[in-house]
């Protein structure tokens, strides 16, 4: 191969190229949307490829899949799926605040259901889209670009007459980078829009006397008011919204809430989550005034039920569904957009004056356009007149012709050699007659019947028509005032047709505060099964029933109804329970898997220990590892608000096999899993930090490891069963840490 061919390059140079130009699409081309039509570019080929395909609003649906398979064979190469979900987002009125395409069938619902495969859906353009989105692209008000494979044009983008990005907002995420705007009220837009154009030099605080805030189609209370003038100043925040609560009275004196509203980021999945939570919230203690919950929700809105007992706080409890549920929530406002071919995070005022901006050229160009046609049709038709007045001599003109080509020279130019004139006077006045090219060719096509008299005058009041038509387009384009009117007529049009009443409620709101109820301290049991189902019972059943209940349970211990409970796994990890979040029944009820209510998991670990943190506040903890690693923490050390920490440091390989409170112990025995058995007093162990590794118990052989390990007082007397021998451990040879202890023959 020749050398020269090779072109060296720095391979990280290389890198970073590519992965900027791969960002770089994704951010034009994919992820944002434009400011100035509020559309990413796989909603704006879905909406141009229906108008291409003649799909109108009053026209019937087409399939679903058949408008899918247009737009990617024409416009989008990017997979089917990208551009179903698209057309179904632009039909959803519970996620925009203009749908944009009218769909017929399943196009899912606000809680979460997803749309129907495509095959099975229909869809056409909303009246909206139709006016004011696609309206006057054969106007050449835009430009056009060609497609993937050059094989077809689209527009770079619609002309679109309303500030759309503002209207339905937009979300998306992009590489490094993500977009989040909020919808807003569209009458609240247009006013505003209009305010802009009226005073340019208008601040973003005057603005929003238009634009009061977000606008969400599920309605909702945004409750931090004031922070809206800086969100808007600089396209950056956050939005605290409320769902909207209702109280009735129900039989038998209890309380219904009724969920009427909910916040905008609810809307999907998080409708069922909020359920689950709330029920959470009675099944952990939270709240025992929960009686009953439904979901009565339909296409009519949202209704969930909350049955509440007679002497329920109402006001407590729904500060505690704000503060616990996502009853309230936080809406991320960020305004980046495509603005002049680059992403840029942008202000109120700046996204309305980049609309009003693109509305100024879409509306130059289309007048330019208009006036362009008018001057055609101004110039026949007076063409037209002109050859009225002298149609005997045009018929001569044409009777003495030997072709067309003859005629036409002596209509534009004046060459009457060859043709045959009845007079002297004729010929003369035929030289001087002097049409125009244009005017000239529509005379020859000119028909007999535009010779009649009232076709004639017709053809005067066109002229007259056009006349005005000009003037008027001369004026537009003139002066700026004019045109500014009409931008503001189309938008008062729109207004008037499309609007509605605003949804969501704009306030200021204090912070909810939640007053938890003191619980009535009391000593109770807890309880845990060998499968890992945890409850809680009281001492009376207890001490009723302590053989049954210490038979059937690995773990059994008292504690109070207000504390903690501990949980050593083999991975070094403590896991912490709140008491109270354990269920608290009857002798026989089957409790909770611990990986419910803690970030315990059982697929990964093993619990090895379980205590009250009580009791380890009061003792010291003994840990023993696979690998013979031995160490004492003070058990105060494991009293920590976080839910989960590490309980002990391990070295690679190793697991805890043992955990134990330090109360009467005397005596500790290692036994070996190839059978060796080390016995030593407690007291050799030193006490060090939860963060230590410890120190070592027993020296093992290199393919051996700790199995088990055995506490005794100096006054036991316990056996052990190892491999069918019976072993009294306290008559083990006394030894020391760090030895390798005596072998058992069995």
Avoid at 126 to 152: G, H, S, Y
Wanted: charged content about 30%.
């Amino acid at each position: 191969m020749d050398d020269n061919r090779i072109i060296k390059t720095e391979y990280s140079e290389i890198m970073r190229k590519s992965y900027i130009d791969y960002a770089m699409s994704v951010i034009i081309a994919r992820a944002l949307p434009d400011v100035r039509d509020g559309l990413k570019p796989v909603q704006r080929r879905t909406l141009y490829d229906m108008y291409e395909l003649g799909i109108r609003y009053d026209r019937p649906y087409r399939k679903s899949a058949r408008i899918v398979g247009d737009t990617m064979g024409k416009y989008h190469p990017h997979g089917d799926s990208s551009i179903y979900d698209a057309l179904v987002v632009m039909t959803q009125d519970f996620k925009k605040g203009l749908p944009l395409i009218d769909g017929h069938g399943n196009f899912g619902n606000i809680e979460g259901d997803g749309a129907a495969a495509m095959r099975y859906t229909e869809a056409r353009l909303e009246r909206i889209t139709q006016e004011a989105f696609l309206a006057d692209l054969d106007k050449d008000v835009v430009d056009f670009m060609p497609n993937f494979d050059e094989t077809e044009k689209e527009p770079s983008v619609l002309p679109v007459k309303i500030p759309n990005l503002l209207v339905n907002g937009s979300e998306g995420i992009a590489v490094g980078m993500a977009t989040n705007i909020p919808p807003h009220n569209l009458a609240e837009v247009i006013n505003a829009t209009k305010a802009y154009m009226q005073d340019e030099n208008i601040t973003t605080g005057e603005l929003m006397r238009y634009i009061k805030g977000p606008d969400f189609p599920t309605g909702g209370i945004v409750i931090n008011k004031d922070e809206l003038v800086h969100i808007y100043e600089t396209g950056t925040g956050k939005i605290k919204i409320r769902g909207k609560v209702e109280v009735e009275k129900a039989k038998g004196g209890k309380i219904n809430l009724i969920i009427t509203e909910i916040p905008y980021t609810m809307i999907g999945a998080n409708i069922g989550k909020f359920l689950m939570d709330v029920a959470s919230l009675a099944e952990t203690k939270k709240t025992q005034d929960i009686v009953d919950i439904t979901n009565q929700s339909s296409k009519e809105g949202i209704r969930i039920v909350i049955e509440l007992r007679k002497d329920a706080d109402v006001e407590n409890f729904k500060n505690m569904l704000y503060k616990k549920t996502r009853l309230e929530d936080t809406f991320g406002v960020n305004m980046l957009a495509i603005a002049n071919d680059r992403p840029e995070t942008m202000g109120l005022k700046q996204i309305i004056k980049a609309n009003v901006d693109f509305r100024f050229e879409v509306t130059t160009r289309k007048y330019k356009n208009l006036l362009e046609k008018e001057l055609d049709k101004k110039e026949i038709q007076e063409g037209l007149i002109k050859a009225c007045n002298v149609i005997d001599l045009i018929i001569e003109i044409l009777r003495g012709s030997k072709d067309r080509a003859m005629a036409k020279a002596c209509l534009v130019e004046g060459k009457t050699e060859g043709i045959r004139f009845r007079s002297r006077e004729s010929k003369i006045m035929a030289a001087q007659l002097m049409f125009s090219e244009k005017q000239a060719a529509a005379i020859l096509e000119m028909r007999l019947y535009k010779l009649i008299g009232l076709e004639i005058e017709a053809l005067i009041n066109d002229h007259e028509e056009t006349m005005a038509n000009i003037y008027r387009y001369e004026d537009i384009l003139a002066r700026r005032d004019s045109m500014a009117q009409v931008i503001m007529n189309e938008l008062d049009e729109i207004r008037e047709s499309y609007a509605r009443k605003r949804r969501t409620e704009i306030t200021n709101a204090e912070e909810a505060v939640f007053v938890e109820k003191k619980i009535e301290e009391m000593d109770i049991c807890f309880l845990m099964d060998r499968f890992g189902y945890a409850r809680t019972i009281d001492l009376q059943t207890f001490e009723r029933n302590k053989e049954t209940v210490l038979s059937e349970n690995k773990y059994v211990f008292q504690c109070k109804n207000t504390g903690k409970i501990c949980f050593f796994t083999n991975t070094g990890q403590l896991h912490t329970v709140k008491a109270a979040d354990l269920p608290f029944g009857k002798l026989r009820d089957k409790g909770v898997p611990v990986d419910n209510i803690s970030n315990y998991d059982s697929a990964r670990e093993n619990i090895v220990y379980a205590a009250s943190q009580t009791d380890l506040n009061l003792y010291r903890v003994i840990f023993a590892t696979k690998l013979s690693m031995l160490k004492i923490v003070d058990g105060g050390e494991f009293d920590v608000s976080k839910r989960t920490v590490a309980a002990t440091k391990l070295q690679e390989g190793d697991e805890v096999i043992s955990v134990v409170t330090y109360t009467q112990q005397h005596h500790i025995i290692l036994q070996s899993k190839s059978g060796f058995f080390l016995r030593f007093t407690v007291d050799q162990i030193p006490e060090k930090k939860k963060g230590a590794v410890g120190v070592r118990g027993m020296k093992l052989s290199a393919d051996d490891e700790l199995e088990a390990v055995y506490y005794t007082r100096n006054t036991d007397d316990k056996t052990i069963l190892y491999k069918e021998k019976t072993i009294e451990l306290n008559k083990l040879k006394l030894g020391n840490r760090d030895s390798k202890g005596v072998k058992v023959r069995v």
